[in-house]
């Protein structure tokens, strides 16, 4: 790994958006992700590097502190954010593919539950990883999902619930989209939701939580 | 504000089952005065609510009233409180949740008549503005059906009006993720109040009208969000815990505009707010671990009127279906409560020490509502000019207060929260008491596309 591309790795490991930003403490003055990914494009680097062996690389570590319990989440999605500005310089080499995404993941809360923050969580998490993130929002029915099925084929679709009453919803969310799509893989999560519930409904993963997920759609992409 | 000096100023006197202001219900219970009570609360299990047919879901409401009242008999109880917390179905049409607050007091009724059981529905509708992004907080349609429910749910039995009331929300979500106490406080104490008072004056107008009593609201979206994502290790510890005292001053108003208590179960800041007014109040501690984790087990039993669980599935377990297993455990606790109140003040502070000291170290959460934390940070929060004074206020006692626990070795001192107390210290001291400066301070930095600020009257 060049040293830029691991310096870009560091800035987002530890949530340095650009030189301005005063967080960390120990970086302030120093260029952020925002800077260092221009210069690196500048330079030549491989945009496809600087995503995968750069950024990628640091949300991993990060998302591996965050299971271990070392860190809290405002120092990730301060990451996510360090992200998100090297991102706007990649942005065009997506559109031109020499660039590419992991895959796509579209997730929403479910109909009739406006629980949004795991939902908001797994989907930062996830971006780092290196998908395409598709947020629909909170109490999305049935056809929202399969319209997006439609929209960005080979999608995964990730289904929250935070309610008992809510999370019946899936059910019929899943058989939806089975109807249109019988190969998508579907992703449950939330509170009340269990691996039993999730092979009950016939949806293909539940996990307790975000970095499971990510785990669960790396091995999509082995 | 209303209050400039507290109701109850002597730690010893802040206690359970006894309120300076206590609370009769129509059918005799009077809560706060001498008393502990169960206060159920319960949900369906994992079932879809069709509106056009109500029957399945009238059945297991009417299964779970009467299996819980029949064993409250049983076990001799002096009085139960229902707490009928809508499903958002039920308010959507309030015809739903007219109608089981009508079947479930008939059950009550029938109690009271034949066994001398005194039963009280509290009706907690939900605030369906939240469905709506950006919420429109006052001009809502949504806020039709609510006070449908609340009106028409009163006629039919609904003793204690109450709600979790979500004013703020849209920007507190974010700003507890991102560990933003200005946004947070921003979110409770300007954004909070201003739709506090708009509601609550709606609210308290219904329960006159009606003539029955206007409970207390809860900040349960926003202190136990925070407490819930702590659990987690999401975010610190000692954030939630300041957190926690933010929502004192937003869940106040409801009892400036005049509610009476008992206050809601799942805000802890019901604590402060019976030493700021004298107002009775219910509490959830380790017997509501069915619905969530919590740091505060024991002590949250400290001063309560009420005791709750929270929300329990009508579901069965070994002993039978899940709310009746948890009345016998309210009550058992209830019990133990009343019976150091019989034996008197000695025997409720011997308990009530108890309590407090098997969970005040182990968490900040714990430890801001010792008696004595919870006075004194009262006290700092009556003395503020305006809501936003009062706020910063209580929250700089709490972090001295936890600084000096951590010092002295009566809070535990976990080296991952260090440096939060710093960051909140600087944070919240660099907020102005000024609302329009407040305001003008954190505008720049909030996704603006998620708040309205004129259906907050700004």
Known sequence: MSDIIEKIAYCIEFGKINKSSPYPPNMRGEDGADELTKQALDQGTDPDAILNQGMVIGMNRVGKKFSENKIFVPQMLMSAKAMSAGMEHIKPFFQSGSVKRKGVFVLGTVAGDLHDIGKNLVGMMIEGAGWEVIDLGVDVGAQKFVDSIKEHPGCVIGLSALLTTTMVNMESIVEEIRKVSAETKILVGGAPVSDDFCKKIGADNYSSDPQGAVDYLNTLVA | ?458
């Not at chain 2, 069709?50 to 029949?70: F, S």
């Open chain 2, 1 to 458: 504000m209303k209050y400039n000096e507290l109701s109850i100023r002597n730690p010893e006197d802040l206690i359970f089952g006894t309120a300076p202001n206590p609370v009769i219900t129509g059918r005799g219970l009077e809560i706060g005065g001498g008393l502990v009570y169960p206060e159920l609360n319960f949900t369906l299990p994992a079932m879809k609510i069709d509106a056009e047919d109500i029957r399945p879901v009238v059945d297991h409401y009417k299964e779970i009233v009467q299996g819980a009242l029949e064993r409250a008999v049983d076990l001799y109880s002096n009085g139960v409180v229902l707490e009928f917390e809508t499903l958002i179905e039920m308010t959507q049409h309030p015809e739903i949740g007219i109608e089981l607050v009508k079947q479930m007091n008939a059950i009550c009724e029938n109690f009271y008549t034949n066994h001398g059981l005194k039963c009280e529905i509290r009706l907690t509708p939900n605030d369906l503005r939240e469905f709506e992004r950006p919420p429109l907080q006052r001009t809502s349609k949504l806020l039709e059906p609510m006070m449908e429910l609340f009106e028409r749910g009163a006629e039919e039995g609904g003793n204690l009006l109450s709600i979790e009331s979500t004013g703020g929300k849209e920007i507190s979500d974010d700003a507890l993720m991102m560990c933003d106490m200005k946004q947070f406080i921003f979110s409770q104490a300007v954004l909070g109040v201003r739709d506090m008072k708009m509601l609550w004056k709606k609210i308290v107008d219904i329960a006159n009208k009606t003539g029955v009593i206007p409970g207390g609201d809860t900040a349960c979206g926003f202190g136990n969000t925070a407490m819930v994502l702590a659990e987690k290790k999401y975010i610190p510890k000692t954030f939630a815990a300041i957190a926690r005292v933010v929502t004192v001053v937003r869940t106040l108003v409801a009892i400036e505009e005049g509610a009476k208590g008992p206050d809601k179960d799942c805000g802890y800041e019901g604590p402060f707010l019976k030493a700021i007014t004298g107002i009775p109040i219910s509490m959830e501690g380790k017997t509501a671990a069915c619905a969530h984790l919590s740091p505060v087990g024991n002590i949250a039993a400290a001063c309560t009127d009420l005791w709750s669980n929270e929300s329990v599935q009508n579901i069965k377990l070994l002993a039978g279906m899940a709310p009746t297993v948890y009345l016998e455990q309210l009550e058992y606790d209830a019990r133990l409560m009343n019976q150091a109140i019989k034996g008197g003040k000695a025997d409720v502070l011997q308990l009530q020490k108890l309590f407090v000291k098997s969970d005040a170290y182990y968490d900040p959460q714990a430890f801001v509502l010792t008696p004595e934390n919870v006075i004194r940070i009262s006290e700092e929060i009556v003395r503020g000019g305006n809501y936003i004074d009062a706020t910063k206020r209580g929250c700089l006692k709490a972090l001295e207060l936890i600084s000096n626990g951590i010092q002295n070795g009566s809070l535990m001192h976990d080296e991952k929260e260090d440096e939060w107390i710093n960051i909140l210290n600087e944070d919240i001291s660099s907020i102005p008491e000024k609302e329009s400066d407040f305001v003008e301070m954190v505008m720049p930095t909030m996704d603006t596309s998620k708040l309205i600020l004129s259906e907050y009257g700004l």
